[in-house]
């Protein structure tokens, strides 16, 4: 037996962590974080710490298929390029759309890029960074001339402020969370403050929250430019040196009081002159922002406002003081790099300027390029529905969970005459849709790079072998070029082939007036790419070894080389929820990653989290005749979500909150973006996700329960459901308004099993079934008007043992003899320990903070990202 140590690069955030992957006989055996890699130094959150679990090949996707039927890749890549080359002759270039994601490698991006606008003929390529990045790219353009993140990682352990604003960095970038916590308890007077209308985990550090009115943070901002010129603290002669437009400025921002500042954010004065003031007396601040301030119909704007604070102060460019708009995915940032929104050309060039265009045409040969921008996301999704667009080709992404407004992405996908669909997992929702699929190689067995928030472009390394006939993203999409006729322009051999050519085209007449310039890597060997090390861009003859920082001289990428102030009208939300409804907030939680196609394969991941809710605060609750955990549906006239209630004051009572994961594989109606309008930013064009208003109804179940299952269920009709999967079972949530559940109806469905028992009353209101094959426990099923209370863990464990007789009614109970045994909701994921567990310690008295729980139980001992839970719980006890 072989044992080897792979170094490769985490494929969730956009901390872009590196992993020490522990390989034995083609398997993953286990993972730890790469001591050496400048983001992570050696840690990993717990969706990284649990790679080695999602890497399966059960849910694979693992041969091509046309219209369902299996057939090989010379038929499907001819298929394909016979059909494009159709479509292009028949209707041109522009009924033509690709869609792909921040979660392929730069090598798959420069290839789908290159062969779309070079080659097909138009830009109609866009991703799934519309929905992510796309506001902030164009703030940054607008200020600084071109899509630059100045900062590092450093600068957030090295600020005296932190301001987190829109960002849950908590549960969304843990690992710099974690950095960033250590900085402030090695430096106790560094302030945090988090911007946010929810009061997240995040929170837990922070020495200041502003719950602010959701949508409001621009005016927040331009408060802040107001009291910061009022004051007397900006920093003239940056301003005069350094940027343009500070006249235009002072007139936006100047009759904006402090009052009516805090009036429109509904916070209290006192609060927001508090961060006014911490904010202009500190030199050293970030600002990091993400999600709550880009996707936003206003998001550019909010953007900009964050920006001018700083340069009006010139805390840009310097150590510790900066605007960072943190990325999401593990390759937003190289997408960037190559040009993969359908408003930008490759290697940080313009579709504004003609000889930028020319000259990437002259490049790559091109033998059909695109001469202007093609289609954003929402919009390319409309113009399919409008038959406008013929084939779409989607890869490595999930639109019909992910977009707004999934019921008109069914619709516009289920009317195109082509949809290819280009994925590794068969829970993808989107798959559905698929004329054409195409099993894709993933994490672990593709090769590449990824570049993170802070601008490291990292390798991702393969070991494993991929199942069936699975084939790399750029492989696929090269053989479909060469098909369609562009042999020589897409006749790479391997990835580092792809890797240099994107490296010197960043150095064609570049000579420093472009910010992403790799040129140094341009020749590099094989060798020297399969062993490169981290490193972060630009990488040029100045900047050999890469650069931390960028602006520290105060010269900019616009024209005149100062940076633009740009004054913003504030603006609220695009559709603001009347008197009797509640505003949607939807995002992340700390365990799944997005559509759960990967974190939802494993059940340490979903233990802490694994049903959608509906957070709402007492007040709100108590005003709609909700009960916590009681089913609730959240409504827009034309969808609906429904979850159990989570009653919480850490949301305001004008809101709930919603994760955006749950799709149609995981859930009936648990998916965030049926009720998401596809309002977008006039300039960015990223949707509105933070914002929908929504009318919350409680609702009555005749029926509710669990069954938990080793044989394959699908629930009838009338029920709601959330599927819970585990390794040797899947456990069911169920709820009906209409019919009750009844032992008949559960024999009927299982008529393999003849083996049950059984406890219900004359009506079958409540009924508690378990049915076995040959005496294993195959199925059980817990079901009252009311929710039984069970100890899940416990049933799981259960599940497929052979359970004596005399024990069978005891099953029946739901929880076990032994409370002991019952450890309660799972807290910890890497270590497994639950909510009763911790309690009965602190309880017990054998522990009583963070320190002696870990040394315990050992919970927040490995990723930490338990770690404010249990501070609440040691709350709790002490209270
Ligand atoms: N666990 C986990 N981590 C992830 C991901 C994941 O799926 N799961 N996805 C990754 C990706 S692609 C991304 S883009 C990032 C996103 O990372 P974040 O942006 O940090 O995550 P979100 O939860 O989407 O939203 C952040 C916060 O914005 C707040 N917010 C809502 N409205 C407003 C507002 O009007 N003003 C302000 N100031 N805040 C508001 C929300 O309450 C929420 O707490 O996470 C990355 N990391
Ligand atoms: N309501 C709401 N909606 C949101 C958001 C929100 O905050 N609220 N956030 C938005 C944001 S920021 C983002 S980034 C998006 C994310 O949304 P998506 O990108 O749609 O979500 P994923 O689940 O990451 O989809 C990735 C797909 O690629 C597949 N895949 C994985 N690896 C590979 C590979 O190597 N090759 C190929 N070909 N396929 C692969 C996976 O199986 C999966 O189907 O969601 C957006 N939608
Ligand atoms: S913080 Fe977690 S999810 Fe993000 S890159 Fe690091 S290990 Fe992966
Ligand atoms: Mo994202």
Known sequence: MTTQIIKTTCPYCGVGCGVDAKVENNQLIAVS???DHPANKGSLCV??????ETVGY???????????????WDRATHYIAEQLSQVIEQHGPEAIAMYVSGQILTEDYYVANKLMKGFIGTANIDTNSRLCMA??????????????????????EHADLVVLTGSNLAWAHPILYQRLSAAKQARPHMKIVVIDPRQTASCDIADLHLALRPGTDAYLYNGLAQYLIEHGYIDHNYINSHCNGYEDLLKQVSHQTLSDTSHICDLEDDLVSMFYQWFAETERTVTLFSQGINQSSSGVDKGNAIINCHLITGKIGKVGAAPFSITGQPNAMGGREVGGLANQLAAHMTFSNPQDIDQVGQFWHATSMAQQEGLKAVDMFEAVAQGKIKAIWIIATNPLVSMPDSESIREALTQCDLVIVQDVSLSSDTLKYADVCLPATTWGEKSGTVTNSERTISRQRSFLTPPGEARHDWQII???????????????????????????LSALRNSGNRDFDISELSLMSDQAYDNMPPIQWPINSAYPKGRARFFEDGVFFTADRKANLIPIQPKLPAYPATHNELILNTGRIR????TMTRTGKTSRLLAHTSVPFVEIHPATANAFNIQENSWVSLQTPVSKYIAKATITRSVRQDSVFIPMHWSDFFSSHGKANSLVRPIRDALSGQPEFKHSPVEAKSLNPRSQGVLISSLPFSPPSYVEWHRIPYEHCTLWELMSEGKTFTLSGLKAYYPRIKDWVSITDSNENFLH????????????LFSAINMPSIDQPWLLSQMGKTIPLLSRHLLLTGVP?????ACGKIVCSCHQVGENTIINTLANGNACDIDTLGELLKCGTQCGSCVPELKSLINLHQA
């Open 135 to 156: 506001s902030a790219v164009v703030a940054h353009k607008r200020a600084f001339g071109s899509d630059t993140v100045p900062a590092c990682y450093e600068d957030i």
């Open 33 to 35: 974080g790469s001591k």
């Open 591 to 594: 365990d799944q990653w997005h």
């Open 769 to 780: 079934a378990a049915g076995f094959i040959d005496k294993q426990l195959t199925v059980l």
């Open 817 to 821: 003899q032994d409370s002991t045994q």
């Open 47 to 52: 969706k990284g710490a649990s790679l080695h």
């Open 478 to 504: 090269c053989d479909i070029a060469k098909e369609m006729g562009f042999n020589e322009a897409f006749s790479y051999k391997t990835s580092a082939d792809i890797f240099r050519e994107h490296a010197q």
């Open 58 to 72: 059960q849910d694979r996707i693992l041969h091509p298929t046309i219209k369902n039927e299996r057939v090989s």
